[in-house]
């Protein structure tokens, strides 16, 4: 698969990690350390990526924050958003599908699974 | 919730302030006079509305309702007193004309606490009002433990609160850099960064299934703490139990390595299933076998499992455990070690939490929180199960862990 995703992850390791295991698939990545600095680049950026990849608990603005600022705007309302979260919950849940996100995967999260839904996400896209 | 006025709790001892309610100034002063005689403070007041003002300007401990107020008057008054929620306890005594007595009984239905009728008799009077100030400080000592009590709840509310997060933060804090330990690893183990020598690719191995364990601990905690909060949620599903020991045998493999162990898993592979959360039975087992390890130098772990029709409820200790379903079929999965093997007297204690042996009393420290029986126990009898353990049969060294978990009914077969 091809496709540019947004992942926005404040733990380095585990960002490269994952822009390991994207590139590897075929995907080109753009990382943020959290949704501040997400949010910045998505309006300052001239091509949109196809999907937003973020953890949840970062500095600044965390991933809740983030899918508000996606919805909130009309450019990139309509953005596939997956979370991969340290900690889970009803609570949570229920607050990240109120965003419409497309999946809630729990860390740690293995590479056949990141890879299985990132590619369902984009498939769901085109 | 009634805040207590500050006058009366500030100073306990004062003496009781009594409002006496009298439009006929040589009563009302007759009356003060007495209750001064008694060491009470009084306030006297000449009408019906000045008493609701003065009630609610500063809440006296007793009201005495007397002269010039019409019987019916004097109800209203008591009624409007009676129903101010924001009001603390006061009694009051109604003081009524021999003419109007046919009306005391509706009043005492309206809110008065007691009624005199005139002419007043100053002992008898003296003793009503001892009475209900006495009533009224138990009354008050009764509202001030209840609102002790309230506050107490809610600071335990809040500690829960508190508990809550504290849960949620280590889980994040340990989970977060575990998460990229495993995915790095993992990304070395598959190769993707390039091949690996044999020798290389075993301390991967072994670091992975290491930060694996660490990561099954993590989950420990946090289900401990969700059975303790009564906030687990499980997963039933008819599960087989081969592949979920399998699964248990892989994760705990690495633990083996520089022991003269063997493993051996007798489950056949077309044993019934059993109702349960795979993902929860799988750590269970891992934790009995972690178990084993830890207090087995040498010699087999073996895994096997019968039927039998109930959960062995009988082998629990007392007030603990699962009673067996009638009709249920039950699976007794069994992880026997040649090891150490568990005293009679603390079979009992190992599934407590942060309970931890000592093997053959050698001092020798063992690692783990003592965490992973006491998850066992919790989640084995969440599933409608039980968990013990017996000497290892016919004289062999060693302890017998048994878990029981109910069969699915027939036709109930494993989903895909």
């Avoid at chain 1, 540019?4 to 080109?28: C, S």
């Avoid at chain 2, 399998?246 to 489950?267: F, S, T």
């Avoid at chain 2, 891992?286 to 772990?301: M, Q």
């Avoid at chain 2, 084995?380 to 699915?408: K, Y």
Wanted: glycine share 8%; hydrophobic share 45%.
């Amino acid at each position: 698969m091809t496709g540019h995703i947004l992942v926005v992850e404040d733990d380095p390791l585990w960002l490269g990690v994952v822009e390991r295991r994207l590139t590897k698939a075929g995907y080109t990545v753009e990382s943020a350390r959290n949704g501040r600095v997400a949010l910045q680049w998505l309006a300052d950026t001239p091509a949109l990526p196809a999907l937003v990849l973020t953890d949840l608990l970062m500095p600044e603005a965390d991933g809740l924050d983030l899918c508000a600022g996606v919805r909130g705007n009309s450019h990139t309302a309509h953005l596939p958003i997956i979370i991969m979260s340290a900690i889970d919950g009803v609570d949570l849940r229920a607050r990240a599908a109120a965003f419409g996100v497309f999946r809630y995967l729990t860390k740690p999260v293995p590479a056949v699974e990141l890879l299985l839904t990132v590619d369902a996400a984009m498939a769901s896209t085109s | 919730m009634n805040e207590l006025p500050v006058d009366r709790t500030a100073v306990p001892t004062a003496a009781p302030r009594i409002l006496v309610v009298d439009d006929n100034q040589d009563s009302l002063s007759l009356l003060t006079a007495l209750l001064h005689e008694q060491r009470y403070r009084t306030q006297a007041v000449a009408s019906g509305a000045e008493a609701l003002t003065a009630v609610v300007a500063h809440p006296p401990d007793l009201i005495l309702l007397a002269g010039g107020l019409p019987a019916l008057d004097g109800q209203d008054v008591a009624r409007r007193i009676k129903s101010a929620h924001d009001l603390p306890f006061i009694p009051i005594i109604q003081v009524t004309a021999p003419s109007e007595l046919h009306e005391t009984s509706a009043g005492l239905d309206q809110g008065a606490d007691d009624y005199l009728s005139r002419p007043l008799v100053a002992g008898e009077l003296l003793a009503r009002v001892r009475a209900l100030l006495r009533l009224k400080a138990a009354q008050d000592a009764l509202h001030s433990r209840h609102a002790e009590l309230q506050r107490l709840h809610e600071q335990l509310r809040a500690g829960e609160a508190y508990r809550e997060n504290l849960v949620q933060m280590i889980t994040h804090d340990l989970r977060g850099p575990l998460t990229g330990l495993l995915g790095a690893l993992e990304l070395i183990e598959d190769g993707s960064l390039g091949p690996l020598t044999a020798e290389q690719g075993d301390f991967v191995r072994q670091g992975l299934q290491n930060c694996q364990t660490l990561n099954d601990m993590v989950a420990d905690l946090l289900d401990v703490y969700r059975l303790e909060a009564g906030r687990l949620e499980l997963a039933r599903r008819p599960v087989a139990l081969r592949p979920l020991a399998d699964q248990a045998c892989v994760q705990v493999g690495a633990a083996l390595a520089g022991k003269k162990l063997l493993l051996h898993n007798h489950i056949p592979a077309d044993f019934p299933p059993v109702i349960g959360d795979s993902g929860k039975l799988v750590r269970v087992l891992a934790n009995l076998l972690n178990n084993a390890f830890k207090y087995t130098e040498r010699g087999t772990i073996t895994l096997q499992v019968l039927v039998q029709p109930d959960n062995g409820y009988s082998h629990t200790v007392a007030d603990e455990g699962q009673p067996s379903l009638p009709g249920r079929q039950y699976a007794i999965i069994q992880v026997q070690d040649t090891g150490v093997g568990i005293p009679a007297e603390v079979r009992a204690l190992i599934f407590r939490k942060f309970y931890r042996g000592e093997p053959g009393g050698s001092g020798r420290r063992i690692r783990g929180a003592g965490l992973g029986l006491y998850f066992a126990r919790h989640m084995i009898e969440a599933h409608g199960g039980n968990i013990w353990v017996e000497s290892a049969p016919s004289g062999a060294p060693g302890s017998l862990f048994c878990v029981s978990l109910p069969l699915a009914a027939a036709g109930q077969g494993e989903e895909a």
